[in-house]
């Protein structure tokens, strides 16, 4: 059976995802003051990185509209859509409309949205276990129970340089208090079951908060053998010094690094870690 991978461009893809035919990116797009920039194959990090050093308030972020994610699916075949948290961007609901759509239109591929629940590297595991179940030839309906049957226990942590972008959108509903008391510290922070942002620890250094952040992995009986996504916002210096915390104390199957996109790169900002497994 035909498939199609979806995935909006909160999805940090591995390299090798960049040119699989299978895998098209549904992009957001970032407003910094007056200018737009689209989170596609021609986006620049460095440049946007620059523009929101200089511009004083949060960049402003937009997600695909049911039509874009309309326009990617199948007529005939498997579409899978991975979007970025449902309660944390419109991009979920805008594929679900779009599926209705498609539904109400005579569509007669399959269809689904996954809900990540996350962003970034968490996004990024969905999206490799989609393409190797559907890649096997694995049926729809087993494909969504798997991965539906991932995200539920799916771990998403990160440590950020600061989390002002994040603050000043909205996204920190249920840590405001918190982060209002917490700026002289480096907060260590995950997703929620339901995919929003809690607060799981914090330290005087972000290097001190990774190393929390390792070792909540290693305690965890659930991350042996399971691979480690660790999406990193221009700092690979130090995605490698997490990479090798992991190796010391953890017992992951593989570790695979990638580097953030536009919006992750919007909220991450620069020198943030997000990692999944």
């Not at 210096?237 to 996109?261: P, S």
């Amino acid at each position: 059976m035909t498939y199609r991978l979806i995935c909006d461009s909160c999805t940090d893809l591995a390299p090798e995802m960049m040119q699989d035919p299978f895998v098209q990116k549904a992009p957001l797009t970032i407003q910094v003051g007056a200018e737009t920039v689209v989170d596609d194959d021609n986006f620049n990090q460095g440049e946007l990185l620059q523009k929101m050093r200089v511009w004083p308030d949060a960049p402003k972020t937009a997600c695909p509209s049911p039509s874009a994610y309309l326009d990617m699916f199948l007529k005939e075949g498997d579409s899978y859509v991975i979007t970025l948290s449902g309660l944390l961007s419109g991009s979920y609901n805008a594929a679900m409309q779009a599926r209705a759509i498609y539904r109400e239109e005579g569509g007669r591929g399959n269809v689904h949205v996954f809900n990540s629940r996350s962003a970034s590297a968490g996004q990024t595991q969905i999206a490799l276990l989609v393409r190797e179940l559907a890649g096997r030839g694995l049926p729809f309906a087993q494909v969504v129970e798997k991965v539906e049957s991932y995200i539920d226990r799916m771990k998403t942590m990160f440590v950020l340089e600061n989390l002002d972008n994040l603050r000043k959108n909205g996204r920190l509903t249920r840590m405001q208090s918190i982060v209002t008391g917490a700026l002289r510290v480096k907060l260590l922070c995950g997703a929620t079951p339901e995919g929003e942002i809690q607060k799981l620890g914090q330290g005087l250094t972000v290097r001190q908060t990774l190393a929390k952040m390792v070792g909540r992995m290693a305690e965890d009986p659930d991350h042996v053998e399971r691979r480690l996504v660790i999406a990193h916002c221009n700092c690979l210096e130090r995605a490698e010094t997490v990479r090798e915390m992991v190796r010391q104390k953890c017992r992951f199957g593989e570790i695979l690094t990638v580097a953030t996109g536009g919006i992750a790169t919007v909220y991450a900002n620069d020198g943030g870690i997000v990692t999944a497994y």
